[in-house]
């Protein structure tokens, strides 16, 4: 039986951008109609930031996940 290798598979190093919460504008408590446009402009690109955020953690664990399977793959 094959012994373990001493060596760890790889592992990448997640961004900040990926590991923080993602910030959405909310309205005052006597918004106004102004309020309600500014934070729907806002919130948009917040919601934009966030997605490719999100994106950015799926790449990183799929790079990380092919770049194990190859290590497995090229163990005696």
Known sequence: MPQ?????????ILPDA?????????????????DLEE???RRGGQILTCDAA??????????ERALIDAWVHSRP
Do not use: G, N
Not at 22 to 34: G, M
């Open 18 to 34: 990926v590991t923080r919460p993602c910030d959405l504008a909310v309205l005052p408590e006597a918004a106004k109609t102004a």
């Open 4 to 12: 373990p290798s001493p060596v760890a598979p790889p592992r990448l």
């Open 39 to 41: 934070a729907y402009v």
């Open 54 to 63: 999100r994106r950015l953690a799926v790449e990183t664990l799929q790079a």
